[in-house]
């Protein structure tokens, strides 16, 4: 099965290079990258990879997250082919590797609080939030294309992001955060445990993207309102 596989910044699809064909399609919620790059190569499965913030608070940076469901406030909920994502789930089995299977919550905006993340935990139940799983996987549905999300654990839900954060969008918008927080020492701690989260985020991503991929990769039994690609 042909796979593609869909980050939001050049960060996360540097850490998965070499394991398939990877397009970037940007953070914020657009879907046009993605849009486009169904039509030019015609996958046969979608994967919406990346990192997410935790609202569920048993959950450490480096923890991974399989999508049973995308939810976004005020839009039905969308899920993955069944086939597809028991599928999934037993690839992970096979390899004795952890993961956590619930729902993703895609926002407009980064969630940065502790108190921020504990209220969307307490509305939507979903383990992890992100600006991107859901109009990326609802780009796949309206072509037709089984989806599948995996998301691994970059900031806790009990770590605040640093406040000069604030308003991040884009992978450009980091160099105008850091020269924020120059001027900022009172951040310099929360960006230092930042970068230790990353150092374990950006190691299991890569290995959480190889199973999901080996997986959808594998024959499954197709949802038959869906066409064969």
Request: charged share 25%; proline share 5%; aromatic share 6%.
């Amino acid at each position: 099965m042909d796979v593609l596989i869909a980050t939001p910044t050049r960060r996360e699809a540097d850490a998965i290079a070499g394991r398939a064909r990877v397009i970037v399609t940007g953070t914020g919620g657009a879907a046009d990258e993605l849009t486009h790059a169904i039509k030019e190569q015609r996958p046969g499965v979608v994967i919406v990879a990346g990192y997410c913030g935790a609202l569920d608070p048993s959950l450490r940076a480096g923890d991974v997250v399989i999508s049973r469901m995308a939810a976004q406030a005020g839009s039905p909920e969308l899920l993955p082919e069944k086939g597809l994502i028991d599928h999934v789930r037993d690839e992970f089995h096979r390899r004795k590797s952890v993961f956590v299977y619930s729902r993703l919550l895609t926002t407009v905006h980064a969630v940065a609080s502790k108190s921020d993340k504990l209220a969307l935990w307490n509305e939507f139940g979903a383990a992890g939030v992100d600006m991107e799983t859901y109009p990326l996987a609802r780009a796949a549905e309206d072509a037709r294309i089984p989806w599948v999300a995996v998301r691994v654990v970059l900031d806790a839900a009990n770590t605040a992001l640093p406040a000069s954060l604030d308003g991040w969008q884009e992978d450009g918008d980091e160099r105008q955060a850091l020269k924020r927080a120059a001027l900022r020492p009172r951040e310099w701690q929360s960006y230092g445990r930042l970068g230790l989260a990353y150092r374990r985020a950006s190691k299991a991503l890569p290995r959480a993207v190889a199973i999901v991929r080996a997986a959808a990769q594998q024959p499954w039994e197709r949802d038959l309102s869906l066409p064969l690609v």
